[in-house]
């Protein structure tokens, strides 16, 4: 029998894991900072996560949501042909109203987006974190007017 018990190995994919939430957390934060460093100028910002992230809980994107008095806009991806998600938008130009959507379809129309796709190995959740070119187009369309005609911008 060894003397001194087992051997203590470092919890590599638990450490990897905190790694990964605490770097998420720190981009995050500075997102944030800088959207509202923006709206502070006079400018317009939003921030757009999936609708059940649970990032809108943190404390950082509590006070962004108090700070710019933003306006929630959920857009149903349905709403652009398609399956995967919501999307949620927080932000300070009322324009982005125009983008929100609903699902009418019943329950459990759409495919369940978290887990495994047991065919690509793939989180699910992989292929509905770029935007659907409708919905940017739309997009787009909304936040034109903030814009010159020289390029200069005024909203992030
Ligand atoms: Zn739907």
Known sequence: ???GGSPVRPPIQRCSSQHRVRKSFTLLHRCVQILLAVFQSGDHCDLEQPR?????L???VQGYLLDIAADLVVVAACAFDSDTKHWLFATSWRDLQSLASQCPHPHGTHP????VD???GNFRSRASAQFLVALARKYVEAITSLFSPTGWGRHL
Do not use: F, K, R
């Open 112 to 115: 369940p987006i978290h887990g």
């Open 1 to 3: 029998m060894p003397v």
């Open 118 to 120: 047991p065919e690509t």
């Open 58 to 60: 943190e404390p950082c």
């Open 52 to 56: 059940n992230a649970l990032s809108w």
